[in-house]
């Protein structure tokens, strides 16, 4: 069935430092690639998304590439503060059809002052 | 907009007793989906409705659980009886329509605990 798979389990960065995660998935029909960030207490919130028509997005210090040959996308967070400190999930969907989100098992980031 | 609202946010029962756990979605939203999270499985999808039709509920664990969306305001996901096993956080989102947007905004999520 659909899976995703992502690495690392748990970062831990310097801050000011990049911090990359990576996701590969299996079903070639998805085309609607989503990053949520979650912190202790709350529910997943949508911090960038791309679509697979586009191979990269950026807003101020995140950005996300879609490479679709090979079935993977990053998350790429430059100049990292400690209020980044969260679990971070990529998720994967045939975002128009229906929208089930298959998500990545989820990457604990550490971002230490 | 309030966003996704979930009752209760934590809850404690019993082994065999019936749990309920409510949404309400954002309001002139389309779609409706329930996560269960554990530290073992992830975030996992359990089902999820358009319009309020179910549309896939092969996340949905066994017969224990059932889940109903009566109009476009609410949800629930029953499970009866509940077992330790079932102890999870459940997370609600909704969806605009996929014309709109793509995006899913989650509930608080509620945290169930069976003893």
């Known amino acids: 069935g659909e899976n995703v798979e992502q690495h690392p389990s748990t970062l831990s960065v310097q801050e000011g430092d990049s911090a990359v995660i990576k996701c590969t998935y299996s079903?070639?029909?998805?085309?609607?690639f989503p990053w949520y960030k979650q912190e202790l207490g709350k529910g997943p919130q949508l911090i960038i998304d791309?679509?697979?028509?586009?191979g990269e997005k950026k807003d101020q210090r995140i950005a996300v590439t879609l490479n679709k040959t090979a079935k993977h996308f990053s998350l790429h967070i430059t100049e990292t503060q400690p209020e980044d400190s969260a679990v971070y999930f990529c998720?994967?969907?045939?975002?128009?059809?229906?929208?089930?989100?298959?998500f990545g098992q989820g990457t604990e980031l550490s971002v230490k002052p | 907009d309030a966003g996704v609202i979930q009752s209760p946010r934590h809850e404690v029962t019993e082994m065999g007793q019936e749990v309920t756990l409510r949404c309400k979605p954002i309001s002139g939203h389309n779609s409706l989906f329930w996560y269960r999270q554990t530290m073992m499985r992830g975030l996992e999808l359990l089902i999820y409705?358009?319009?309020?039709?179910?549309?896939?509920d092969s996340g949905m664990p066994e017969d224990r659980f059932s889940a109903k969306m009566p109009n476009a305001s609410f949800s629930t996901l029953k499970i009866q009886p509940s077992e330790p096993r079932d102890s999870a956080v459940y997370f609600c989102a909704s969806r605009p329509h996929p014309d709109r947007s793509y995006e899913q905004y989650f509930g608080p999520g509620t945290r169930l605990t069976v003893t």
């Open positions: 079903d070639s029909a998805s085309n609607y």
């Open positions: 998720a994967a969907s045939r975002g128009s059809q229906g929208g089930k989100l298959i």
């Open positions: 409705f358009n319009n309020n039709v179910p549309i896939d």
């Open positions: 791309i679509r697979s028509n586009v």
